[in-house]
């Protein structure tokens, strides 16, 4: 029997584990029926049930947020055409969602594996920032392909999101401040640069007379 806080409490007849969950307030669940002799744990079932929910629903979620994107390459892919290809790959993987690299041989290409395997290597590097590679280079018939999961989950890649735009907005506003109060000054000093000099002379009497 295994007690509520994990500890092994030893072979125990079914009475006294019974009579000592009872005593915990808890119940007495069987959580290796196979296991000779079978294995039971005190637990608060009911909240063992709402734990368990918890976690598959969890599990359902990120299973369904999560995306396998496809990005193709030829092997004698251009530079550009390969910057454009990565390009997109980053941008999948920093939402959360998992990328397909798959090369497509043509004709006598499939007897060099190896320029493919290099190839994938290289653009497994090129997005390792946002990406680890979850499934290596392998032939899938006229095919290599290679998965690479993101380093952030989809809810993290979200609020990183959200923290950037809510700093977004808040830069903007304290620009818009700035402007706002250099504007004021440099129109105050328009105003006074445009005052005749017996305007000037009646403010500065003005001045003395508050002195």
Do not use: W
Not at 43 to 67: H, I, W
Not at 94 to 120: H, N, S, T, Y
Not at 121 to 131: R, T
Request: glycine content about 8%.
């Amino acid at each position: 029997m295994v007690g509520p806080n994990g500890e092994q409490v030893g072979v125990v007849p079914t009475e006294d584990a019974l009579r000592l969950a009872g005593e915990a307030d808890l119940d007495l669940v069987e959580v290796a029926p196979n296991a000779k002799p079978p294995v039971c744990k005190l637990m608060d079932f009911g909240k063992f049930k709402y734990e368990a929910a918890v976690k598959a629903r969890e599990s359902r979620k990120n299973q369904t947020n999560t995306v396998l994107k496809e990005v193709r390459f030829r092997l004698k892919i251009d530079t550009h055409d390969y910057e454009t290809k990565t390009g997109h790959a980053l941008r999948f993987l920093g939402a959360g969602d998992k990328v397909k690299a798959i090369i497509q041989f043509r004709g006598r290409e499939q007897q060099r594996p190896e320029l493919g395997i290099r190839l994938l290597n290289k653009f497994a590097e090129d997005v390792a920032e946002v990406g680890i590679v979850e499934s290596t280079p392998r032939i899938d018939g006229r095919n290599m392909v290679m998965v690479i999961g993101p380093v952030k989950t989809k809810a993290e890649a979200k609020a990183d999101a959200r923290r950037a735009q809510k700093d977004q907005t808040r830069t903007r506003g304290n620009k818009q401040r700035v402007d706002t109060e250099g504007n004021e000054a440099e129109l105050n000093q328009t105003l006074a640069d445009n005052l005749s000099d017996e305007a000037k002379a009646k403010l500065e009497q003005a001045k003395g007379s508050e002195d």
